[in-house]
């Protein structure tokens, strides 16, 4: 029961030293951002465009435009093969 307190422990010591901006021994991964607006203009997309294409809310969108919000998740996973094969993942989407 030990092992497995000790383990906990140190995986939520380690998320608190990262969300403090210290260096942690775990591996970490983290999509770079992304300018919405500028992948928006590279593909020649109205916002009413890019978010049906995408499945993203038009609120959203100009959110992220504005900078009110960031992306995070897999929005933000998306975007960023967005960024980088747009064309791929429009054929996926149809």
Not at 31 to 51: C, N, W, Y
């Amino acid at each position: 029961m030990t092992s497995a307190f000790d383990s906990i422990a140190q995986g939520l010591q380690e998320a608190i030293d990262l969300n403090n901006g210290k260096a942690v021994a775990a591996k970490t991964h983290r999509s770079p951002e992304v300018d919405v607006a500028k992948i928006r203009h590279q593909l020649g997309l109205t916002q009413m465009e890019f978010a049906s294409k995408f499945c993203i809310s038009v609120s959203t969108l100009r959110h992220w435009e504005r900078g009110d919000r960031k992306p995070h998740g897999p929005a933000l996973a998306l975007l960023n093969v967005v960024a980088k094969e747009p064309q791929a993942v429009m054929r996926a989407l149809g």
